[in-house]
T-cell receptor
Framework: GAVVSQHPSRVICKSGTSVKIECRSL??????MFWYRQFPKQSLMLMAT?????????EQGVEKDKFLINHASLTLSTLTVTSAHPEDSSFYIC?????????????FGPGTRLTVL | GDSVTQMEGPVTLSEEAFLTINCTYT??????LFWYVQYPGEGLQLLLK?????DKGSNKGFEATYRKETTSFHLEKGSVQVSDSAVYFC????????????FGAGTRLAVHP
């Protein structure tokens, strides 16, 4: 149990285009989902927290108009990188809470590697 | 601010060696503490956790004890295997509920036969 999937696993796009990344909780309902960014050989940095049916809460320094987050259901959250640029190239990881591991446990997706040319 | 500090890697060990990865934290409240593991090409997986002082989390032969007096949560395993090669992240979250995780920088472990 407690499986979180992400799609796509990797994407390459041209500068200026938008890319949507999906995060799904496959066997539990996730009341809260988190989006992280991980640079090579570095730790995860939280970008935003989203609760089903409400607006996402962004961390300081994260542009909400550039990284659009939608959490329309208890099993799906999407991150759209709008007008992507090469500096947006990174590994994006989502996590979901609400599984059997306890109220403070998050379960992570496998990540999406974005490369912007 | 709240933070997590891990020992720098990479840590290179021979199979069956004893493993310790140090982790210390700074937090204003009473955090829950976690160790996550990231195998090559995969997402983070929860390895173990502890929610209050003196709790010991354990899983797959790994264990860590929540030491409030030293603000530490060191990860240990008595006998590592090649399959334990991965990146290990120490993390904390404050209070209850789905508060944000604050991660350490990660420690890469390489185990050789």
């Amino acid at each position: 149990g407690a499986v979180v999937s992400q799609h796509p696993s990797r994407v390459i796009c041209k500068s200026g285009t938008s890319v949507k990344i999906e995060c799904r909780s496959l066997d539990f309902q996730a009341t809260t989902m988190f989006w992280y960014r991980q640079f090579p050989k570095q730790s995860l940095m939280l970008m935003a927290t989203s609760n089903e049916g409400s607006k996402a809460t962004y961390e300081q320094g994260v542009e909400k108009d550039k990284f659009l987050i939608n959490h329309a259901s208890l099993t799906l959250s999407t991150l759209t990188v709008t007008s992507a640029h090469p500096e947006d190239s990174s590994f994006y990881i989502c996590s979901a809470g609400g599984a059997t591991g306890g109220i403070d446990t998050q379960y992570f997706g496998p990540g999406t590697r974005l490369t912007v040319l | 601010g709240d933070s997590v500090t891990q020992m720098e890697g990479p840590v290179t060990l021979s199979e069956e060696a004893f493993l310790t990865i140090n982790c210390t934290y700074t937090a204003t409240g009473y955090p829950s503490l976690f160790w996550y593991v990231q195998y090559p090409g995969e997402g983070l997986q929860l390895l173990l956790k502890a929610t209050k002082a003196d709790d010991k989390g354990s899983n797959k032969g790994f264990e860590a004890t929540y030491r409030k007096e030293t603000t530490s949560f060191h990860l240990e395993k008595g006998s590592v295997q090649v399959s334990d090669s991965a990146v290990y992240f120490c993390a904390l979250t404050l209070s209850g509920g789905y508060n944000k995780l604050i991660f350490g920088a990660g420690t890469r472990l390489a185990v050789h036969p």
